[in-house]
């Protein structure tokens, strides 16, 4: 288990387009094998609500909009993919959802939990970190 | 070059990048050992990643062969 090569990912913000990048990198490492973790914090957060999916309420712009436009599978399902395929863990941020009064239950059901940041430096330990 | 039977094919054309590979994956999943599954992919980033993803996996690669305006991509599961 020690020698899987392992990859966590930080997804800072709203903008769609960081959010795509982000789960599409995390989606694919996963399906080639690596363990990955991704931490969702700050306003990334909040585009992982349920309301705020459903309803695409998202930040875009010229590439962002072009993904929507063409229904191209967002984030979300990308993430969900890397999950079901592969060895994919989703996160939440402890701090951004106590200061936001948010709920598990709010976010969608691919998150694995709600940590803190020692907690993520423990699963991070030794691989590569990105953040987007 | 496409000599070889291909015993399923997958037509990702129209999917965007990572769509093909995840199709690809999917039915790879699915199938037994040995089986060759081709994948039909109208995105070029799909034409080069693929046969990265295959080698990096350790599935073996057919071919991939270029047609108007797609790419018909076949793997054989490995393991």
């Known amino acids: ?132 | 070059m496409s000599m070889v039977s291909v015993d399923k094919s997958v037509d990702a054309r129209g999917a965007y990048c990572p769509g093909p590979l995840m199709e690809l994956i999917k039915t790879l999943k699915t199938s037994p050992v040995n089986t060759a599954v081709e994948v039909w992919s109208s995105d070029s980033g799909s034409a080069k990643d693929i046969p990265e993803w295959v080698k990096k996996v350790g599935h073996e690669l057919l071919y991939v062969q270029e047609e108007t305006g797609y790419w018909r991509i076949a793997v054989r599961k490995a393991k």
């Open chain 1, 1 to 132: 288990m020690e020698n899987v090569p392992k990859l966590s990912i930080v997804m800072l913000s709203s903008d769609l387009e960081k959010l795509h990048a982000g789960a599409l990198m995390g989606s694919v490492a996963a399906m080639s094998g690596m363990t990955v973790n991704v931490f969702v914090t700050m306003n990334a957060l909040e585009a992982f609500r349920k309301d705020v999916i459903e309803e695409q309420k998202f930040l875009s712009g010229t590439i962002g909009n072009e993904l929507l436009s063409k229904k191209v599978p967002l984030f979300n399902e990308m993430l969900r993919e890397g999950k079901d395929m592969g060895d994919l863990y989703l996160y939440g941020c402890a701090m951004a959802m106590d200061v936001m009064e948010w709920k598990q239950e709010d976010l969608i059901d691919e998150f694995d939990d709600i940590i803190g940041v020692t907690k993520f430096f423990g699963l991070a330990e030794g691989g590569q970190i990105l953040t987007v």
